[in-house]
T-cell receptor, first 112, second 114 residues
Framework: GENVEQHPSTLSVQEGDSAVIKCTYS??????FPWYKQELGKRPQLIID?????GEKKDQRIAVTLNKTAKHFSLHITETQPEDSAVYFC???????????FGQGTRLTINP | GAGVSQSPRYKVAKRGQDVALRCDPI?????LFWYQQALGQGPEFLTY????????KSGLPSDRFFAERPEGSVSTLKIQRTQQEDSAVYLC????????????FGQGTRLTVV
């Protein structure tokens, strides 16, 4: 079945700098790749997603890139702010199978 | 409702006790998922419903776990004879149609088995 690897497990950056989180997936049939942000004790919330027919997607300070050939996708956060501190999860899904397979998570800390 | 609602938020069960966890999805959402999230880990898939039909239960860890969604709306995840390894946050998510669209998560039920 699908397997998603996420790196790094922890990331600490200075406020205003950029943060990059990377994920690889194993099943070439996966075609939907969401990113979730989870604050302590709260629900995972979708921050951005990308589908396999697109190579890059941006939403203000957040961008996601997808390389289908290499089977990896990345989250880029620019101009980081303290409120960006949270755990971020990548996930992959095959449309027909519905379920999301999550990475292990990255704990992002923004230092003021 | 405004979002996916789960109850109870916290549940402490003695080992061997049965528990029932409830999920109220967003009104009109066809798809409903249950995930298990261990401390410090990503959510892991348990089971999936499309309306009242349970189309995938491959993630249920044992026959002590049972889920239902009899009227295609509210869902219940039942765990029989709870064990310590069942301690986790159980997350419910719903989406408007089948996979490939945004899944909205509930806040989860934190189950602690003592």
């Amino acid at each position: 079945g699908e397997n998603v690897e996420q790196h790094p497990s922890t990331l600490s950056v200075q406020e205003g700098d950029s943060a990059v989180i990377k994920c690889t997936y194993s099943d070439s049939a996966s075609n939907y790749f969401p990113w979730y942000k989870q604050e302590l004790g709260k629900r995972p919330q979708l921050i951005i997603d990308i589908r396999s027919n697109v190579g890059e997607k941006k939403d203000q300070r957040i961008a996601v890139t997808l390389n289908k050939t290499a089977k990896h996708f990345s989250l880029h956060i620019t101009e980081t702010q303290p409120e960006d501190s949270a755990v971020y999860f990548c996930a992959a899904s095959m449309g027909g199978a519905q379920k999301l397979v999550f990475g292990q998570g990255t704990r992002l800390t923004i230092n003021p | 409702g405004a979002g996916v609602s789960q109850s109870p938020r916290y549940k402490v069960a003695k080992r061997g006790q049965d528990v029932a966890l409830r999920c109220d999805p967003i009104s009109g959402h066809v798809s409903l998922f249950w995930y298990q999230q261990a401390l410090g880990q990503g959510p892991e898939f348990l089971t999936y419903f499309q309306n009242e039909a349970q189309l995938d239960k491959s993630g249920l860890p044992s026959d002590r776990f049972f889920a239902e969604r009899p009227e295609g709306s509210v869902s219940t995840l039942k765990i029989q004879r709870t064990q310590q390894e069942d301690s986790a946050v159980y997350l419910c998510a719903s989406s408007f149609r089948e996979g490939g669209t945004e899944a909205f998560f509930g806040q989860g039920t934190r189950l602690t088995v003592v």
